[in-house]
């Protein structure tokens, strides 16, 4: 039987030098996913491992399985690429857990990972949700010491009096300050009914400019711009529909 997580290198340990770990699994509004999938794009990111647990589970039943592509089953898999120019290692995917302890197996695992690479801070991207559609929504930052706190600030992130952050992003936040890591968690507002690359775009904004990564944001800025247009013609029809109920209602 497998191990429990198992990290399956495809390629020789790369020579980084105290590098930058990112986080972006799936989760609210898909902000982490999009963006970090953004970046392994942009950057050209190479493939560093793939990950598998005997915790991943498909959605929406949250049980085992496999998926498979042209007749070709493949176990279920989060991935680790890097980017040796910007010094990055970043993990992307849609699984992180069913159980609350295999979050906690899965945070653990990575922070190990960070230790082998010797990183020097890690960034956990997500989504933090507002159940409307914001033209401009803003970022928000969890961190692990009151130090980063107040280092984040320079960047106009808010910061919220109370709150959670569920899934790895946060475990990693819980588990990261124990260890003694530089933990900073970036959540976009979104909706979060939906994939929001909108929030993802000022995830990113907000990523680059403290880590001074270079980063090409026009496509993804585009999107977001789609998004845009999308909900304004959806709120001209709605009111449409409105305007003639309320029509006939006055009539008779």
């Known amino acids: 039987m497998m191990e429990d997580i198992v990290i399956k290198y495809r390629t020789k340990k790369p020579r980084l030098e105290d590098p930058i770990f990112i986080e972006g699994l799936s989760g609210v509004g898909d902000v982490g996913r999009l963006a970090a999938e953004y970046m392994i794009r942009k ?11 005997q915790f991943f589970a498909m959605p ?5 399985g496999v998926k498979y592509e042209r007749g070709v089953a493949e176990l279920l898999k989060d991935e680790l690429f890097y980017d040796e120019k910007n010094n990055l290692i970043i993990l992307t995917g849609y699984y992180q857990g069913y159980r609350p302890e295999n979050y906690y197996r899965y945070a653990d695992k990575l922070l190990d990972l960070c230790d082998e690479f010797n990183v020097s801070r890690i960034f956990t991207l997500g989504g933090y949700t507002t159940g409307r559609y914001l033209k401009n929504p803003g970022v928000y930052v969890v961190t692990t010491s009151d130090e980063l706190v107040e280092e984040m600030k320079k960047y106009g992130l808010k910061v919220g009096n109370s709150g959670n952050v569920f899934g790895v992003t946060g475990v990693l936040l819980g ?13 976009g507002e979104t909706h979060g009914a939906y994939p929001d690359p909108k929030g993802a775009k000022v995830v990113l904004e907000k990523l680059v400019e403290i880590t001074n990564i270079e980063l090409d944001l026009e496509e993804i800025k585009n999107e977001s711009d789609k ?4 909900f304004e013609r959806f709120m001209a029809e709605r009111l449409k529909t409105e305007e003639k109920k309320e029509e006939f209602s006055y009539i008779g």
């Open 227 to 230: 998004l845009d247009e999308e």
């Open 60 to 64: 929406p039943l949250l049980i085992p």
């Open 43 to 53: 950057l050209n990111g190479k493939k560093l491992a793939d990950i598998y647990s």
């Open 175 to 187: 588990l990261g300050r124990e260890r003694g890591k530089e933990v900073i968690c970036l959540l």
